[in-house]
């Protein structure tokens, strides 16, 4: 299941231990900033490289730049069998938007 949620549910989520991931490109991130702590980053370019990293058990958030890549790839996850999937919506741009705190 893909559920969309806020930046604020996703950095209540992420303060409890859940997997935030980033499919940014490394460049952007520098152009618009990280984020929280429990944020990695998986850029789509390399996504297929480091799917084993995941496991289907565990509760995943993902972003982009605006919620685009990042839901193709929970799209992509879901076909392959993952069911706790979250998209943030608007992505980092939201984020920042909404004043959420970045490193």
């Avoid at 980033?22 to 297929?48: A, W």
């Avoid at 076909?79 to 970045?102: A, C, H």
Wanted: glycine share 8%.
């Amino acid at each position: 299941m893909i559920e969309n949620i806020t930046p604020q549910d996703a950095l209540a989520k992420a303060n409890t231990g859940i997997a935030f991931i980033d499919v940014r490109e490394p460049y952007e991130t520098e152009e618009l900033g990280y984020k929280v702590g429990t944020l990695k980053l998986m850029p789509l370019s390399d996504f297929q490289n480091q799917l084993n990293n995941l496991s289907k058990e565990d509760e995943l958030i993902f972003a982009c730049k605006s919620g685009g890549r990042s839901m193709q790839v929970c799209e992509f996850l879901a076909s392959q069998g993952f069911t706790k999937l979250y998209n943030v919506d608007g992505g980092i741009m939201r984020w920042k938007l909404e004043g959420l705190p970045i490193q």
